[in-house]
Every structure is written in C-alpha cells, then in structure tokens.
C-alpha cells in the first residue's frame, strides 16, 4: 500500500474513490466505501461500514460496529457511540428498491450519539446535543438538548463539555467543568 497521510489497519477495506484527511485513524474490519469523504483526525473503530456520499467532518470519532449509511452527513468534533443506528429509508421493503429515496440526515458540530441509539432518517441532531444510550430518535433535536427513551424526548439540556445544565429563573446556567455561561430564552440555548 502507498504512503498515506492517514492510518488504516491492513484489515480494513478502503475503496478507490474516497477523500480520507490526514491523521485519520480507520481500524480493524472496517469497510470505508467509494464517493464518502472522511475528514483530518478521525478515529473509525472496528467493523465500521461508510457508505458511499456520506461526509463526516474532522475530528469524528465513530466507536466500533457502527454503520453509517448514505444520506447520512455529521459536522466537526460528532461522537458516534458503539453500535448506534443510522437509518436511511423511512419504509424499508427488500424487494423494493428505494435507493432513489435515501433520507438526508445531518448531525451538527460536536453531537453526541449514544451508545445503541437509533437515528431514523431525516432528521437533524443540532449542535453539541445529547443523545443518551438506547435513545430512539423520531424529529429533529435542538442545539444543546438532552435525549432519552423511546421514542426520544428531551429532559434537559447539555453543555458543551458534556454536563447537565441547571438553568436559573433568569436563565443562566454555568458549565461545572468549563466555567463557560449559557443562557435560555424561548426555548433556544446559546452559549454567552
């Protein structure tokens, strides 16, 4: 194999075709198929599947056993936990070919998908929110909110490094980690 900018295990398959930025990492058994573009510093575990069109930003970190579907686009710094679904036919029949129907699913800058997750197709996962473990995904999730159940319903929110944020009555709330402040207002978070 030539010299590449990226690392990929001898076990995986890399198709000709794809765009792979440099200080990727792609591991054992994983599948990285044509017209997909994976960008720098991504980690792809083991027995991962990128279907051909789908783009994954930098800094992407996909845990093991996790398909990524065509139709399927996640910005910068997303986390995919370990065996989390994608799909991307809403009313799947195998002897019906609906390749031509493939749903457009966007996963925002620095979301977190949960370990088992399923995200139905069509749909957006805004930024930097929370998708618990388990958590069955059925409308579009705002920036900044927290996830769970089936079907998925939003308990709270989440700040950028990961941890609950207990707004006030005046709507502030401070990251315990960062010290970053956030504020809510008609149902929006941003950070201040």
């Not at 966007?106 to 388990?134: D, E, L, P, S």
Request: proline residues 5%.
């Amino acid at each position: 194999m030539k010299d590449t900018p990226y690392f990929a295990h001898e076990t995986a398959v890399i198709d000709p075709g794809c765009e792979i930025g440099e200080g990727t990492k792609i591991w054992h058994f994983t599948h990285i198929m044509p017209k997909c573009r994976i960008g720098q510093r991504c980690n792809i575990g083991q027995n991962v599947v990128v279907s051909p069109e789908v783009v994954l930003g930098n800094n992407v970190k996909v845990q093991n056993n996790v398909s990524i579907y065509t139709g399927v686009t996640c910005e910068d710094d997303v986390f995919l936990g370990p065996s989390m679904v994608f799909t991307n036919v809403t009313n799947p029949r195998s002897a019906v070919n609906r390749r031509d129907q493939y749903e457009q699913t966007r996963v925002k800058q620095g979301a977190t998908i949960g370990a088992n997750a399923t995200i139905v197709c069509g749909h957006t996962i805004g930024r930097f929110a929370f998708i618990g473990a388990g958590t069955v995904v059925v409308k579009d999730v705002p920036d900044y909110a927290l996830v769970v159940g089936n079907p998925g319903r939003q308990i709270g929110w989440m700040s950028e490094h990961g941890h609950r944020l207990n707004f006030d009555t005046a709507g502030k709330a401070v990251c315990p980690e960062s010290g970053a402040e956030y504020s809510l207002k008609n149902g929006i978070v941003s950070k201040a």
